[in-house]
């Protein structure tokens, strides 16, 4: 079992930035891979970025290529979303979640996802 709480979201001006955290405890942290994923009303829960056990090879999704990074600290059972540059289609909840390491290819497909956060809102105001 692997409990994953979120923190970090808020209201920012288009053009600004947050950083998302995802705190994890429980089962071996380093055992799964990470991603964070947004939904916004009436839309699909959508794979914004998604980060190996290791750390290497991160996924992004096109619209936040250059503008969202996604990091993690095993040592601190923490994962990250650094957003930059943020615009008025960005706003959602954003959720974390855990990802056994052996589904990396499947890193996109929320269903195989095994732990979720609770999920944290952003707003953008224009």
């Known amino acids: 079992q692997v409990q994953l709480i979120e923190s970090g979201g808020g209201l920012v001006q288009a053009g600004g930035s947050l950083r998302l955290s995802c705190a994890a405890s429980g089962r071996s942290f380093s055992s799964y891979a990470m991603g964070w994923f947004r939904q916004a009303p009436g839309k699909e829960r959508e794979c914004v970025a998604a980060?190996?056990?290791?750390?290497?090879?991160?996924y992004y999704t096109n619209s936040v290529k250059g503008r969202f990074t996604i990091s993690r600290d095993n040592a601190k059972n923490t994962l990250y979303l650094q957003m930059n540059s943020l615009k008025p289609d960005d706003p959602a909840v954003y959720y974390c979640?855990?990802?056994?390491?052996?589904?990396?290819?499947?890193?996109?497909?929320?269903?195989?996802?095994?732990?979720w956060g609770q999920g944290t809102q952003v707003t953008v105001s224009s």
């Open positions: 979640a855990a990802l056994l390491y052996t589904l990396w290819q499947f890193r996109e497909d929320p269903d195989k996802y095994a732990y």
């Open positions: 980060i190996s056990w290791s750390g290497r090879s991160p």
